[in-house]
């Protein structure tokens, strides 16, 4: 009951959220741009999300194959794929994250379950280490010589400790970081330019990396476990951070959306695998 009021109160939290910000926009300007936005821009946004998917899913599986685990790329996509759609659409207990821990236990059950917890754990925070540098990089133009050292100082001590505990906690992805990291940047490159097109597509050709700058605050904002799948988060960071870089609030609120409903759609395909096994009676096998 605990696990299903949580996930209630996250959908609260959702809609109230989204219900603020649309209070804050003209909403009829805002469902005109999303009506009137290029139809084949929007269907080719979802090529790079798709490819910034399959990148993280290869990343928790090269961690997973370092601890051990027999998971090949196509079940590790599959694992992944599935895990989405219990994370944004099922209440209680399941989301994806417990998923993937239940899945991954009975494929190895002598693997312990603080190891794999552990893997689950660098591979996000792999992916937000990576997440805060390109947001360093992109906010360099906007800040002052003295926040620009501070930034990068700090960026550079919390690659130091980041690389620290690596060794400490979890020497196996050692000889694999680069690898990781690299995956990692194809995910967040690949987001960076699903937004690109989307601007192109509500007819938006400048300001291209302050547009991107808030996605990506955003993006480091909705991991925070407040709403559901981190919709409306999203679209707060967009329309506060719009007003603070002088860029239309009505282009970046409409950008925020689009991307929501990617996310959304691409989500809901992961029931696809659920179906599939229901109906043929057979169980995912891991290789």
């Known amino acids: 009951?605990?696990?299903?009021?949580?996930?209630?109160?996250?959908?609260?939290?959702?809609?109230?959220?989204?219900?603020?910000?649309?209070?804050?926009?003209?909403?009829?300007?805002?469902?005109?741009?999303?009506?009137?936005?290029?139809?084949?821009?929007?269907?080719?946004?979802?090529?790079?999300?798709?490819?910034?998917?399959?990148?993280?899913?290869?990343?928790?599986?090269?961690?997973?194959?370092?601890?051990?685990?027999?998971?090949?790329?196509?079940?590790?996509?599959?694992?992944?794929?599935?895990?989405?759609?219990?994370?944004?659409?099922?209440?209680?207990?399941?989301?994806?994250?417990?998923?993937?821990?239940?899945?991954?236990?009975?494929?190895?059950?002598?693997?312990?379950t603080l190891l794999l917890t552990r893997a689950l754990l660098w591979d996000r925070l792999i992916g937000l280490v990576l997440l805060v540098m390109i947001t360093a990089l992109f906010s360099m133009p906007y800040l002052s010589l003295n926040l620009r050292i501070l930034t990068f100082a700090v960026v550079l001590a919390g690659c130091i400790v980041f690389w620290l505990a690596g060794k400490r906690w979890f020497p196996e992805i050692i000889p694999r970081l680069g690898k990781l990291l690299a995956l990692s940047s194809v995910v967040q490159s690949a987001q960076i330019f699903c937004i690109c097109i989307l601007l192109y597509?509500?007819?938006?050709y400048t300001d291209f990396g302050k547009y991107n700058l808030l996605f990506l605050i955003s993006s480091a904002a909705s991991t925070l476990p407040i709403s559901?799948?981190?919709?409306?988060?999203?679209?707060?960071?967009?329309?506060?951070?719009?007003?603070?870089?002088?860029?239309?609030?009505?282009?970046?609120?409409?950008?925020?959306?689009?991307f929501d409903i990617i996310v959304t759609l691409a989500a809901a395909t992961g029931c696809i695998p659920i179906i599939i096994k229901s109906r043929s009676g057979s169980s995912l096998k891991p290789n």
Request: net charge positive.
């Open 1 to 112: 009951m605990k696990q299903y009021l949580k996930w209630a109160a996250k959908l609260l939290a959702t809609g109230a959220l989204l219900y603020w910000v649309f209070l804050q926009t003209d909403r009829e300007s805002l469902f005109k741009a999303l009506k009137g936005s290029n139809k084949v821009a929007l269907l080719l946004s979802f090529v790079p999300y798709l490819v910034s998917r399959v990148s993280g899913a290869m990343r928790l599986t090269a961690i997973l194959n370092a601890i051990g685990v027999p998971l090949s790329q196509a079940s590790g996509m599959r694992l992944n794929w599935v895990s989405m759609f219990y994370g944004m659409f099922l209440p209680g207990g399941l989301g994806g994250d417990a998923y993937k821990l239940i899945h991954l236990k009975r494929l190895s059950p002598d693997k312990g």
């Open 201 to 204: 597509s509500i007819q938006v």
């Open 228 to 258: 559901v799948g981190g919709i409306g988060v999203r679209e707060v960071v967009f329309l506060k951070g719009a007003e603070l870089l002088v860029i239309p609030t009505q282009a970046a609120v409409t950008v925020s959306v689009l």
